[in-house]
């Protein structure tokens, strides 16, 4: 799915289709008769939190983007598209909006569309920040102090234990499997086949501080 009208414009969700073509009521008019189809979105990003896939990157790509509804997409170009998503996913971090409640959070609910998804509990990012604050539990930095307030309460939160090795439903505690981290931090985190430790990456970073 791709947002076409305001700024940042780009691709902001993935899915499938789960239903055959049906007609219904056009939204504008119960007058007329449209075609639709049910779709499951294993991806939705909001562009006042996570990078887009917007338009600038994909210009390599010789596709019309701009269009006014659904558009058909050649193997090839879908290809590219899949390339270009599959990296955005892996450096951005997709969290819902932050609520903090006092409760057994359960996490990791799967699915498996093209690639392997685990759902995040929307209450854990906010129960980990109240307790541990938003400094980088690697590298220290404080957004709020290096930007003023462009920074303040902007961070990742990190699984100690990533869900996609987990491969389950499991009970989530915040306070022992969350820790705030910086997006260079949690981008090195899952450079390696096995995610490392917070304990090795620190002393990765401050060996190679000199």
Same mark, same amino acid.
């Given at each position: 799915?791709?947002?076409?009208?305001?700024?940042?414009?780009?691709?902001?969700?993935?899915?499938? $289709?789960?239903?055959?073509?049906?007609?219904?009521?056009?939204?504008?008019?119960?007058?007329? +008769?449209?075609?639709?189809?049910?779709?499951? +979105?294993?991806?939705?990003?909001?562009?006042?939190?996570?990078?887009?896939?917007?338009?600038?990157? &994909?210009?390599?790509?010789?596709?019309?983007?701009?269009?006014?509804?659904?558009?058909?997409?050649?193997? @090839?170009?879908?290809?590219?598209?899949?390339?270009?998503?599959?990296?955005?996913?892996? @450096?951005?971090?997709?969290?819902?909006?932050?609520?903090?409640?006092?409760?057994?959070?359960?996490?990791?609910?799967?699915?498996?569309?093209?690639?392997?998804?685990?759902?995040? *509990?929307?209450?854990?990012?906010?129960?980990?920040?109240?307790?541990?604050?938003?400094?980088? @539990? $690697?590298?220290?930095?404080?957004?709020?102090?290096?930007?003023?307030? &462009?920074?303040?309460? +902007?961070?990742?939160?990190?699984?100690?234990?990533?869900?996609?090795?987990?491969?389950?439903?499991?009970?989530?505690?915040? &306070?022992?499997? &969350?820790?705030?981290?910086?997006? *260079?931090?949690?981008?090195? +985190?899952?450079?390696?086949?096995?995610?490392?430790?917070?304990?090795?990456?620190?002393?990765?970073?401050?060996?190679?501080?000199?």
């Amino acid at each position: 799915m791709i947002r076409l009208g305001v700024q940042p414009k780009g691709i902001v969700a993935s899915g499938y $289709v789960d239903s055959k073509p049906f007609k219904e009521q056009h939204f504008r008019s119960d007058k007329k +008769f449209t075609n639709y189809i049910k779709v499951k +979105f294993d991806c939705i990003l909001d562009s006042e939190f996570n990078n887009i896939l917007e338009i600038e990157y &994909l210009s390599d790509i010789k596709f019309q983007w701009f269009a006014q509804s659904a558009k058909t997409i050649s193997d @090839s170009v879908a290809k590219k598209i899949e390339i270009y998503w599959t990296e955005l996913a892996k @450096s951005s971090s997709i969290y819902p909006n932050e609520i903090i409640d006092n409760k057994t959070i359960y996490e990791g609910s799967f699915s498996k569309v093209l690639v392997n998804k685990y759902e995040r *509990n929307p209450e854990a990012r906010q129960i980990c920040l109240s307790q541990y604050g938003y400094s980088c @539990s $690697v590298c220290s930095i404080n957004f709020e102090n290096v930007y003023g307030d &462009l920074g303040k309460k +902007f961070i990742h939160v990190h699984h100690i234990k990533p869900l996609s090795e987990i491969q389950e439903t499991y009970i989530v505690n915040p &306070l022992t499997d &969350l820790v705030p981290v910086c997006p *260079n931090c949690h981008a090195m +985190f899952h450079r390696s086949q096995n995610t490392l430790s917070i304990s090795k990456l620190r002393e990765i970073l401050n060996r190679n501080k000199q």
